[in-house]
């Protein structure tokens, strides 16, 4: 694997030190884990009442404008290709 060395200031050392779950993590492992992607469990419940709400509302009006955008490329492309 190939390995890249980089420069951190002390305070950035100490912090990723204390972030070790066991002695023996490698900083990389310490990295990969904290900047790694994440599981919903770790995040559920973190929103609730109207903020949740809010933030579903969000998503479903985003899906919804993705799929007309979606459907008028469609037709779009559809017609250049009569």
């Given at each position: 694997m190939?390995?890249?060395?980089?420069?951190?200031?002390?305070?950035?050392?100490?912090?990723l030190a204390r972030l070790r779950e066991r002695e023996k993590?490698?900083?990389?492992?310490?990295?990969?884990?904290?900047t790694g992607k994440g599981k919903l469990r770790d995040i559920f419940g973190i929103l609730s009442g109207k903020a949740g709400e809010?933030?579903?509302?969000s998503i479903i009006e985003g899906r919804k404008m993705h799929k007309k955008m979606s459907e008028k490329r469609?037709?779009?492309l559809m017609e250049a290709f009569k």
């Open positions: 190939a390995t890249k060395t980089i420069s951190i200031t002390e305070e950035a050392y100490m912090r993590e490698s900083f990389s492992e310490v990295i990969n884990r904290v809010e933030f579903e509302r469609h037709k779009k």
